[in-house]
């Protein structure tokens, strides 16, 4: 049994800054990858970033680029989101997903993550 767990999140001002860490506990598995995927109400649910626990490789949606970076400890099976200059539509409750089969999917397919957390939500007004 694997448990993964966000935290970090909260309510934050726009053009500020928030980090949200996910750690994963429990049995060893394989972590071919671990990503963050975001959820708005009454929105489906949206790639954030993904990087590769190995090469540490980093992805990230259009709408993110350059405002958030995506970081891991190999060792810890930890992975951290640091979200700069935040805005009102960054606001969605942030899912960690770690990709523990391997498979064909594409990084930012969440069919290609196995194992998800509970989600922290992360509201920024304006």
């Known amino acids: 049994q694997v448990q993964l767990v966000e935290s970090g999140g909260g309510l934050v001002q726009a053009g500020g800054s928030l980090r949200l860490s996910c750690a994963a506990s429990?049995?060893?598995?394989?972590?071919?990858?671990m990503a963050w995927f975001r959820q708005a109400p009454g929105k489906a649910r949206e790639f954030v970033s993904a990087?590769?626990?190995?090469?540490?490789?980093?992805y990230y949606a259009d709408s993110v680029k350059g405002r958030f970076t995506i970081s891991r400890d190999k060792a810890k099976n930890t992975q951290y989101l640091d979200m700069n200059s935040l805005k009102p539509e960054d606001t969605a409750v942030y899912y960690c997903?770690?990709?523990?089969?391997?498979?064909?999917?594409?990084?930012?397919?969440?069919?290609?993550?196995?194992?998800w957390g509970q989600g922290t939500q992360v509201t920024v007004s304006s």
């Open positions: 997903a770690v990709k523990s089969q391997y498979n064909h999917y594409f990084y930012s397919d969440s069919r290609a993550y196995s194992l």
């Open positions: 429990g049995r060893t598995f394989t972590n071919y990858a």
């Open positions: 990087i590769r626990m190995l090469g540490g490789e980093t």
